[in-house]
């Protein structure tokens, strides 16, 4: 394991020669670091090679570093949320990644339009069917899309979702192309792509190569950049 600049900088060529081996423009993928139980150290560090986009799982955690790091930086929330901390995480973050159900997302709303603000969101998919893992059937992402849909402060953006562990990221391939295909399907039925080309936030340190092979345009990497938690 290098340093977080020289973690970075390889990602980022690992990304490129994905995104070129795919046939696509290497700028259509964003890489979020995700920066769950790192130190401020780490994140200026990451900060300091040009990193503005970053990723944290847990609202108190999260609260704690905006607060410290402040302006300039966005904050993706990849955390389960909980209705009731709807107030901070509309606040706090710039993205949420991990809507997943109607309630979540009209206390989210409520907040939101205390604030005057929109939120760029993306509806997680739980592809694998996994009874431990948060989001939304595959089945049921349409619905769940439509309601959103109603309303105007969530700006719906695309999809996310994170495939059953495996060791193996070929493993990984089928979930993430069904995830794309699941993204062109909403698209093609009106439920998705009112906001810019739809975003699909997939892939980790173990499989984000092979997630942008099958159309990923945002990464969430943490331990191939930071190091071990
Ligand atoms: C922790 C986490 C990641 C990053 O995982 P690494 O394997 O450390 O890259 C990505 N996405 C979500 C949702 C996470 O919770």
Redesign the pocket.
């Known amino acids: 394991m290098g340093t977080v600049a020289e973690n970075i900088e390889a990602i980022r060529a690992r990304i490129r020669a994905a995104a070129e081996r795919a046939g696509r423009d290497p700028d259509s993928v964003r890489l979020v670091a ?1 920066s ?1 139980r790192q130190s401020l150290a780490a994140i200026r560090e990451a900060m300091a090679c040009g990193q503005r986009v970053f ?1 944290e ?1 847990y609202l108190q955690e999260a609260e704690e570093k905006v607060a410290a790091l402040g302006q300039g930086l966005v904050w993706h929330c ?2 389960h949320l909980q209705s009731n901390k709807a107030r901070i995480a509309a606040e706090i973050f710039d993205c949420i ?2 809507l997943d159900r109607p309630k979540l997302a009209k206390a989210l709303e409520i907040r939101l339009a205390e604030l005057g603000k929109i939120m760029p969101i993306l509806v997680q998919v739980n592809v694998g069917g996994e009874a431990q893992k948060a989001g939304v059937a595959p089945k049921d992402a349409g619905q769940l899309c439509r309601e959103l849909q109603q309303l105007s402060h969530l700006r719906l953006q695309g999809l996310m979702t ?1 495939p059953p562990f495996a060791e193996d990221p070929e493993e990984s391939r089928g979930y993430f192309r069904q995830l794309r295909l699941l993204g062109e399907e909403l698209t093609a039925q009106g439920l998705l792509g009112q906001h810019g080309p739809v975003q699909l936030s997939m892939g ?3 499989d984000f190569e092979v997630a942008i092979e099958e159309g990923a345009t945002l990464v ?6 930071f190091g071990e ?1």
Do not use: H, Q, W
């Open positions: 995700v769950k990723g799982n990849i955390g990644e991990t994170m980790m340190s173990g969430r990497v943490g331990t191939a950049l938690r």
